[in-house]
């Protein structure tokens, strides 16, 4: 068996590789996606011991959760899994807006029930702030929804530290989900050491920087448009990026193992990451990050990593 870690002050247990399922019916997000490959994600991970899935509303819209309660009534018995979910996301006449009063949060964990087909999500994120509603407010709704057991952990994501510290002034906040990964590091500065204070578990997202950080790439590759967007795999930074990518290389043989999974076994070692979601498109990448498991970094390989992205 995998082993699995409490989640922070959560009484959920997670295997620490978990698997982000934006790529699971995210027809929104990626374009192709083909929904059995997508269920076929989730199959894989259940198969090998992943337990911690992460979906929202907004994948899809609807598509990954529906997906995977899918794959979830073909093994009859979700006692074993922890299923985090997300809203906020409110679709109105001409686009989307994000809405956190007490009764749309409410309205969307229902809904996210029925899709899911289970009568409690073990993990619950409020996916994005809003402008008007008072953040305890919000979290207080979760916190009512936590009492009557339809939720098991309250979760935030995408809140900027003040927002977070408004947040949990009842102390009711979990979880945080933000953006972070060895390119991107502002979490460091402010949200990281919150959530290390206050006994919040913070999960990065984008954690293989949407590939970048796997060692795949190399500068003469044609780009996909959707990631050509993205400012680090943009011109000089682009090649930047992949020579201190390539800088871990050498760690990696040495371990016989990926760039990926040495990054991922870099993230656990930092205070307050106790679970990891890297995303995939194909059942061997799921696979391949869970071999994190097997990679210990010594004390100097993890300063080095550190430095070279500094
Ligand atoms: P990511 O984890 O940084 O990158 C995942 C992508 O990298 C995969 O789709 C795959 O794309 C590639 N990849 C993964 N493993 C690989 C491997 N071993 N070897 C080679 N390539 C590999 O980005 P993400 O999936 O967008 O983010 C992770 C999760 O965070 C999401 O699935 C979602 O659940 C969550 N998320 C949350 C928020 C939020 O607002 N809270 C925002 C974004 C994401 P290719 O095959 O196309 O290269």
């Known amino acids: 068996m995998v082993k699995q870690i409490k989640l922070g002050r959560t009484d959920l247990y997670v295997c620490p590789i978990g698997l982000g399922t934006n790529a699971v019916g995210g027809h929104n997000l990626f374009p192709n996606l083909n929904e059995e490959v997508g269920k076929d994600l989730v199959r894989t991970a259940l198969d090998h011991g992943i337990n911690f899935l992460d979906t929202a509303f907004f994948y899809g819209p609807k598509r990954s959760e529906e997906l995977i309660s899918e794959v979830i009534k073909e093994r009859g018995n979700r006692t074993e899994l922890v299923i985090a979910t997300k809203g906020s996301h409110k679709f109105v006449e001409g686009g989307v807006v994000n809405d956190n009063s007490p009764a749309y949060l409410k309205q969307s964990v229902e809904d996210s029930l029925k899709r899911l087909q289970t009568d409690y999500i073990d993990l619950y994120y409020i996916h994005y702030p809003d402008n008007e509603t008072p953040k305890a407010e919000a979290v207080g709704a979760l916190k009512e929804l936590k009492d009557q057991g339809k939720i098991r952990a309250i979760g935030v994501s995408n809140f900027s530290l003040e927002q977070l510290k408004e947040a949990n002034q009842d102390g009711y906040v979990d979880v945080f989900q933000g953006k972070y990964n060895l390119l991107e590091r502002e979490a460091e500065k402010e949200l990281l050491p919150y959530t290390a204070a206050n006994n919040i578990s913070f999960i990065p997202y984008f954690p293989l920087a949407s590939g970048l950080l796997t060692g795949k790439y190399t500068k003469d590759m044609k780009i996909d448009d959707s990631l050509a967007k993205k400012p680090h795999f943009q011109g ?32 656990l070692t930092r205070e307050s990451i106790d679970a990891l979601i890297p995303g995939a498109k194909r059942a061997d990448q799921v ?3 869970l071999r994190t498991l097997d990679v210990l970094l010594t004390e100097d390989e993890i300063n080095e990593i550190d430095r070279v992205f500094r």
């Open 236 to 267: 000089e930074a682009f090649v930047r990026n992949l020579e201190k990518v390539e800088q871990l290389r050498a760690i990696a043989e040495a371990k016989e193992t990926e760039i990926a999974n040495v990054i991922l076994a870099w993230y």
């Open 287 to 289: 696979l391949s990050n």
